[in-house]
């Protein structure tokens, strides 16, 4: 199985922060990773695939990018309804596998 | 719109099945495939298993792979998740979620997830 790993687990960052998020695979899954934002009680929200391409409707301050085993989400300007956990994916093969997931809390 | 509505928690003992149904709008269900998502309680995502509506290709995490039966009905538009023999540790919020892509397949759109709670 492929291991994904996030980083940090918790972050502390202000409403206007720069925010990154750093995703590893153990082996190369050249760029077939996908991101997440999880809140409690409500449907994940798709957020990026294909490493970089934005999904339809997500505002623009999302953006990703990486290829092979090494992957970042950056959030430019954090807004209030940002403060969630974002969780990576690959679909490289199967199992799908999944970060174990980064906190985003208000500093 | 795009959207999947969950049936309701449930509570079930040790040993027993639970069955989730995830019901599909917005979209022409047989031309897209369900994968089921868990979440446990403090815990992050996990993938359970896949099922490609327009092949009928199927596939599973291997935790799942002898305890999961997933069925859809293209009349309803209804995907369904069956679990048996549960544990504790089985007790999670379940998400259903739409498969889209060509080559390689990810998940677009989710349902909000059925809490199972297996507690003797």
């Known amino acids: 199985d492929i291991q994904m790993t996030q980083s940090p687990s918790t972050l502390s960052a202000s409403v206007g922060d720069r925010v990154t998020i750093t995703c590893r695979a153990n082996q190369t899954i050249y760029n077939w990773l996908a991101w997440y934002q999880g809140k409690p009680g409500e449907a994940p929200n798709f957020l990026i695939y294909k490493a970089s391409t934005l999904e339809s409707g997500v505002p623009s301050r999302f953006s990703g990018s990486g290829s092979g085993t090494d992957f970042t989400l950056t959030i430019s300007s954090l807004q209030p309804e940002d403060f969630a956990t974002y969780y990576c994916q690959q679909y490289e093969s199967f199992p799908w596998t999944f970060g174990q997931g980064t906190k985003v809390e208000i500093k | 719109q795009v959207q999947l509505v969950q049936s309701g928690g449930e509570v079930k003992k040790p040993g027993a099945s639970v069955k989730v149904s995830c019901k599909a709008s917005?979209?022409?269900?047989?031309?897209?495939?369900i994968s089921w998502v868990r979440q446990a309680p403090g815990q992050g995502l996990e993938w359970m298993a896949w099922?490609?509506?327009?092949?009928?290709?199927?596939k599973y995490a291997q935790n799942f792979q002898d305890r999961v039966i997933m069925t859809t009905d293209t009349s309803t538009s209804t995907a369904y998740m069956e679990l048996r023999s549960l544990r504790s540790d089985d007790t999670a919020v379940y998400h259903c979620?739409?498969?889209?892509?060509?080559?390689?397949?990810?998940?677009?759109?989710w349902g909000k997830g059925t809490t199972v709670t297996v507690s003797s």
């Open positions: 099922i490609n509506n327009y092949n009928g290709d199927t």
């Open positions: 917005g979209y022409t269900f047989s031309n897209y495939g």
């Open positions: 979620a739409r498969i889209r892509g060509g080559t390689h397949y990810y998940m677009d759109v």
